[in-house]
């Protein structure tokens, strides 16, 4: 079993699945305490790559470079990927470019 999902079920140990999920939710509501459930007893249909980042970046220091900010929390470049467009600034326009641009770090596939 890959260590983020021992590391998302010892959090959820300590609290709840439901808290957990609050912890990790991004702005389009993903993921559900649901979502959390059926990771932790191994029965999720979907791509993990996205749920791998949150909780490596929450709970286990996870970082990447971004060709924007630099060096990022996993979970803070999940959460700039689900942002959608809008040019409040040009950090905010160059991040949503590069997020769709072929950012090695993005799990957008358009």
Not at 30 to 43: A, D, E, L, M, W
Not at 74 to 97: G, M, T
Request: a positive charge.
């Amino acid at each position: 079993m890959s260590e983020w999902i021992d590391v998302l079920k010892i959090e959820c140990s300590r609290s709840s699945q439901s808290r957990v999920a609050n912890l990790l939710r991004q702005t389009d509501g993903f993921p559900s305490p649901t979502v959390i459930n059926q990771i932790i007893k191994g029965k999720y249909p979907g791509r993990t790559d996205r749920l791998k980042a949150l909780v490596e970046g929450r709970f286990m220091a996870g970082t990447v470079v971004c060709p924007v900010m630099g060096v990022i929390s996993s979970d803070h470049c999940v959460e700039i990927q689900s942002r959608k467009f809008a040019p409040i600034n040009h950090q905010w326009v160059k991040l949503y470019k590069a997020c769709r641009g072929g950012c090695l770090n993005s799990n957008i596939k358009e």
